[in-house]
């Protein structure tokens, strides 16, 4: 539930945060196996919090073949209140014993603002009814 100083900064400040994606997949039946998305949000600058305006693209795909399913992702924001600067990742997922279970792997590299940070992942396992490695992240 959000406090009144949320109501506040909305109505009295407008702070705002605003986010549009847009997806392409294959097929509909294909829409969690073959896909590209593409994302651009934008924060307004928070005076109370000490925040810059700030905003960012986001680009995402995966491209099932037979049981695997590798995907990657990266992204790019300009101002503080994003957590990395630019972001690159990949992995690959393959399907289990049911078609929703996915375990896979990935790399990612961040900036965090100015320091270069490297992390992985895996195992790792999606057995929410997605076929889609990106969703369990």
Known sequence: MLGRDG???????????KYAELGWARSRKERLTHKVNVAL???D???TAGV??????????????????????AGWSD??????RWHLGAGLGRQGFCKSELFGV?????????????SRSGPARCSTGSKSPT???
């Open 7 to 17: 109501f506040d900064t909305f109505f009295g400040d407008f702070e705002t945060f």
């Open 41 to 43: 949000w934008q924060q």
């Open 45 to 47: 600058e928070r005076e």
């Open 52 to 73: 810059d305006e700030t905003w960012g693209l986001a680009l995402t795909g995966t491209w099932g073949t037979g049981p695997y399913q590798p995907f990657c992702r």
């Open 79 to 84: 101002g503080s209140a994003a957590l990395a």
């Open 106 to 118: 990935g790399l990612a590299v961040d900036d965090i603002h100015g320091s270069l940070r490297a």
């Open 135 to 137: 969703s369990s992240r």
